[in-house]
């Protein structure tokens, strides 16, 4: 079942674009799979149980932190003694994002989804790991207490409250990474090997010859796969990553859009703008418009 939480439920998701709920007994001991239509994160300050996504499932544990691309169907399952977390919506097609320090710009579309479209077999579902999930339990509590209050000026602290969340996040991650999603799979360790070189060099030149002497794979079977292991093409997820990364800079600078093409690795301005609007549905013009105007 698909939950369109844009249309009800939560006037500050459709007002500012983003929401939280706490559960600070939550106890589920029975599958009933379900999605919604935004980014959902859910955070575990205290229990145990198991994230259930399609056909894989994950422990989850004091700490946790599950980011769930849109439309996703999932669960958790606790024990007999419950969980305390907390999930937060984010509406991030119609609502920009707090604007980061530039070091962050390049990992965050890495756990945070931009657009429906970047949605691979590996980004369903992205999990972060804190050995002490204080400091996000009193971020998500005052931004919680803010939306609930509505005081003077909230309408700025939230945003403000967010930005501090997503850096903390994006901290954790540049020094410790995310957690596996199935570290067993370690035959295809070359294919999640290039897929992080990918994600991490996606401004510069990639021939399919390279990447196959990267992998020491055939061309052949790299194409197969790569297909295979994240649900894309090793070009189209490129190109995607690019995109994704010319989103931020849009979202976060004032450089002209040719400089920010050649700055995320395209050569042509014009594939640039194509590639664009197939894949967020408006020009790169337009997007940035749309974000300042709101």
């Not at 907390?86 to 657009?115: G, I, S």
């Not at 190109?239 to 600078?253: D, H, K, N, V, Y």
């Amino acid at each position: 079942m698909l939950t369109s939480f844009k249309k009800v439920r939560f006037p500050s998701l459709r007002r500012i674009g983003l929401a939280v709920e706490h559960y600070p007994g939550y106890i589920n001991r029975k599958i009933r799979m379900h999605a919604v239509d935004v980014v959902l994160l859910s955070f575990i300050i205290r229990g145990h149980g198991k994230h259930m996504i399609g056909s894989e499932t994950f422990v989850e544990t004091g700490g946790s932190l599950a980011v769930t691309h849109y439309g996703q169907q999932h669960d958790i399952l606790t024990d007999s003694r419950g969980m305390d977390v907390f999930n937060l919506y984010l509406d991030l097609q119609n609502h920009p994002m707090p604007t980061l320090p530039l070091e962050f710009q390049a990992v965050l579309p890495l756990f945070l989804p931009l657009h429906p479209k970047f949605q691979h077999k590996h980004n369903r579902i992205v999990r972060l790991q804190f050995d002490d999930p204080q400091p996000l339990t009193d971020l998500l509590f005052a931004i919680r207490r803010e939306l609930d209050t509505c005081e003077p000026g909230y309408l700025e602290v939230v945003p403000l409250l967010f930005k501090l969340f997503l850096i903390h996040c994006c901290r954790h991650a540049m020094k410790t990474g995310f957690v596996a999603n199935d570290p067993s799979r370690s035959p295809q360790r070359a294919l999640e090997e290039l897929r992080s070189h990918l994600d991490h060099h996606y401004a510069e030149p990639h021939t399919l010859e390279s990447l196959s002497k990267k992998t020491r794979l055939s061309r052949t079977y790299l194409c197969r796969a790569f297909k295979a292991y994240t649900g894309k093409s090793v070009f189209d997820y490129l190109i995607e990553r690019r995109i994704q990364a010319a989103m931020m800079q849009l979202r976060g600078s004032d450089l002209k859009i040719l400089g920010i093409a050649l700055e995320c690795g395209f050569s042509d301005l014009s594939y640039f703008n194509r590639k664009f609007k197939q894949l967020v549905g408006i020009t790169p013009t337009q997007y940035r418009m749309e974000v300042v105007r709101r």
